[in-house]
Each structure stands twice: as C-alpha cells, then as structure tokens.
C-alpha cells in the first residue's frame, strides 16, 4: 500500500520508530563520543569502571542529554582531576556532575559562583555597595550577595556555602526558565550620584531590548 494511503495510525506509528531509531542512533555517538574523550582523561581507569564500550543504560541515560551538558560535565571531570579526584565517575556519579555543569541560561558553575563569592568577599570594600561592584553577570549579584548574607546569619561553613552556591544557581535557573526574569537592584541614594557600573549599563541594555516591544514609558532605568 502506498503510504500516502495508509491509515493515519499506521504513518504515525511508522514516524514514531522512525524518530525512536533515530533517537538511540544519536545516542550511541554521544555515548561513544563520551567513551572515547573519557578514555583520553581517565586512560584504562575509564574502562576499568565503566567497561570498554558504553551499555544500554549509558547509551539511553547519554540520549536524554544535550552536546553542551556533555561538553560541561567532561570540563568538570577535567577540573576533579586537577584537584586530585583522579578516579573516574560511574553512571550514577556522572549524572551528577551534569548536574553541577552550567548548563543553565547563566552558562555559570557552581564553581563559577563560589570564584565570584570569593572575589565579592576579598574586594567588597573597595566598593560603596554591593551595586557597585563589579559583577561578571547580573545573577551572581543576587546569588552572591544572598550567599554571604546566609553566610552570616547561619554561621555557614565553606562546604555549606558550595552547597548553597548549587542550590541557588539552580533556583535561579529553574525561576528564568519559567519565565521570570532577573530583577533590576535598587540603587541607594548616594549610589545614583555614581557611575554607574559597567555589568548595570549591560543589564540596561538587555532590558531595554526586551522592552522593545512593549508600550513605551516602561521603566527602563536601573536607577530609577
């Protein structure tokens, strides 16, 4: 039967073992891809722990994840190896690591925010403000400054605020992804009489071009 005249069930199941094909297809050459930039990071200990070529389980867990949280969690294994954790992730390990991965709308790490906290902390008073400072990204100004106030609130130790770092980039993660969106700082008063940091002007423009659209008169500046 030509299939321009078969049932609409039968083209529908034959599209859908078509696109399932091409789906484990795929992720047999992420899984393989995965195997072999594994093997150049962990050498024979890949293979020790997790067998010569990729099975089922691993190719059907690689299928569900996208090119760039693969790319992340192999920079992630990278930086366990450089600080010594040279034995290499199971399965259950490896999901985890792409969980701590930046592949958020941010592109941040875990690692990303605590080097920012880090750096919020050693130069904070160099600055007028936490506004004044200079961020690298609009978020790690929220995330950072609420990282430090816990800090102090709750007497956290450094492995209490890596934990915290993860948890709240990924609230922030899920929050945009349901389409909220970063809020604008208020400046103090005294901060308005200031230039204005360069990651404000950033934000301003970002803004501004997703106002576009809008009925104009919106606000669309962050000091206001």
Sequence with gaps: MDRKHQPPQVVNLAQSRQSK??????????????????????????????????????????????????????????????????????????LAIVGMGGCNPFGLTRNDVMAEFNRYCRDRDYYGSAEMFPWRQPVLYWICTELRQRMIDYGLSEVEVEKLAGLTLNSWAERIAAGGEIPRPTLKLEDKQRTRPDWMNAYNKSKESAEKPKAAGQGKDISH
Excluded at 43 to 64: C, Q
């Design 21 to 94: 094909q091409q789906l484990q297809q795929t992720g047999q050459e992420m899984a393989y891809s995965l195997w072999e930039l594994m093997g150049g990071v962990y050498s024979d200990r890949w293979v020790m722990k997790n067998g010569s070529v990729p099975s089922s389980i691993w190719k059907m867990a690689v299928s569900k994840l996208s090119a760039a949280q693969l790319a992340s969690a192999a920079q992630l294994c990278v930086d366990r190896c450089i600080n010594g954790n040279h034995w290499p992730p199971d399965l259950a390990e490896f």
